[in-house]
């Protein structure tokens, strides 16, 4: 296969394969989400020019194992059929993930699928010194695990106590798991040093004496691989999409411009140095 150029296919999601002139094509699922055409579309490729069977990855993906490379071309077109699109590979910003959010769970704070399509439009595929994950979270319970991710965003609530609401029945202080919440009589307290900002306290109420306004707790530097690296929250907690993307924007932009070739954010961010990124983060926090 003398002139395939190698790179551009792995741009495309194709990735090579062990066996001679075969790819595993990674499948874009933005959020985990298909819908049924789209999967009914991705079993048919699979059976007409795979191996009838597809391959689920931990972030969410499908693969399609054993493209012939004289059938990519076609397996691209038949895809587009049926609304599927390729991923990507090597050195971009690959496919945001995300759970299922507030739309679904009763857990959930923050709409998770819908800030994750609004990412992979803004960001996907765009050219990195190294590949960036993004992963959104839509709780404190994490099931996305974002500070896995090269930015990590959590759904979170900051709640306030409504006085003349309270029954005074309890049920928050039980809910909350980080004792961060004291109940006596009709007094209730709540130490903000320990709230997490789960919106348990919120959740619970049966009375609506804990009212919550739902942001974005976000992650920098998470590292799950040959090295591993819990990402850091280094913001208060955002509640505006513009400042958001704000910050996200300035994360992008400062590993752009200080990566070296092949390395990863974290490693990056270690050799520069935290503090003059911690800089930049508070800058586009806020607004300058």
């Known amino acids: 296969m003398a002139g395939v150029d190698y790179a551009a296919l792995k741009k495309g999601g194709f990735m090579r394969q062990k066996q001679k002139g075969f790819f595993s094509l990674r499948i874009q699922v933005v959020g985990g989400n298909l819908t049924a055409e789209n999967i009914k579309t991705v079993a048919e490729v699979a059976e007409k020019y795979g191996k009838g069977y597809v391959h689920m990855t931990s972030r969410q993906g499908i693969e399609i194992p054993f493209v012939n490379f004289e059938d990519i071309e076609e397996v691209k077109a038949e895809l587009a059929k049926g609304g599927v699109k390729p991923g990507v590979c090597g050195p971009r910003v690959r496919t945001v993930t995300a759970c299922q ?18 990412l992979d439009e803004h960001y996907f595929g765009r050219e990195l010194p190294h590949k960036f994950k993004f992963g959104v979270t839509g709780c404190q319970n994490n099931c996305l695990k974002a500070e896995e991710n090269d930015i990590g965003i959590k759904g979170g609530m900051e709640v306030s106590w409504v006085e003349d609401k309270c029954i005074g029945c309890g049920v928050c202080e039980k809910a909350c798991r980080q004792g961060a919440i004291k ?12 709230c997490n900002y789960c919106g348990r306290c919120v959740k619970s109420c049966p009375t609506d004496a804990w009212e919550g306004n739902s942001g974005y707790l976000v992650s920098f530097g998470g590292l799950f691989g040959n ?9 208060p907690i955002v509640h505006d ?7 996200t924007d300035a994360a992008i932009a ?18 520069v140095g935290e503090e003059e990124f911690r800089k930049k983060i508070k800058e586009a926090y806020e607004g300058k």
């Open 254 to 271: 400062f590993f752009r411009d200080h990566a070296n070739p092949g390395e990863r954010f974290r490693l990056t961010l270690q050799r």
């Open 227 to 235: 090295q591993i690296y819990k990402g850091e929250q280094l913001l």
């Open 183 to 194: 109940c006596e009589g009709n007094k209730v307290t709540i130490n903000r040093d320990q």
């Open 241 to 247: 999409k513009e400042t958001l993307f704000r910050v």
């Open 101 to 118: 959010g507030s739309e679904i769970c009763p857990s959930g704070c923050i709409d998770t699928y819908s800030l994750a399509q609004e």
